[in-house]
């Protein structure tokens, strides 16, 4: 079983920046996708970022592309989220999530993955 913390977020003003993390303990993730989502208040759930175990693969919402990053330390067991030029848009609970299913592209992980942590709010103030 794996266990995914979440931290790192917060309140910031709109343009700023935050970087969240995820740590998972129970087991290594090094053989597995690592991602993002985040829930507004009132709307669902929704795909944000991932990457495959090797990091070779990325892929973003359209929403985030080109202003948020994801990366992954394996030796540390982490996965990181940068979100740079922060939207109002933007506030929600950011879930990391994780998977042991092996796709070539990120992107097959956008539909959903298999383990998730309890979130973190971000709230991004205009």
């Known amino acids: 079983q794996v266990q995914l913390v979440e931290s790192g977020g917060g309140l910031v003003q709109a343009g700023g920046s935050l970087n969240l993390s995820c740590a998972a303990s129970g087991r290594t993730v090094s053989n597995y996708a690592m991602g993002w989502f985040r829930q507004a208040p009132g709307k669902e759930r929704e795909f944000v970022a991932a990457?495959?175990?090797?990091?070779?693969?990325?892929y973003y919402a359209d929403s985030v592309k080109g202003r948020f990053t994801i990366s992954r330390d394996n030796a540390k067991n982490t996965v990181y989220l940068q979100m740079n030029s922060l939207k109002p848009e933007d506030t929600a609970v950011y879930y990391c999530?994780?998977?042991?299913?092996?796709?070539?592209?990120?992107?097959?992980?956008?539909?959903?993955?298999?383990?998730w942590g309890k979130g973190t709010l971000v709230t991004v103030s205009s």
């Open positions: 999530a994780a998977d042991p299913r092996l796709y070539s592209s990120a992107r097959f992980y956008s539909a959903g993955m298999n383990y």
């Open positions: 990457l495959t175990w090797s990091g070779g693969s990325t």
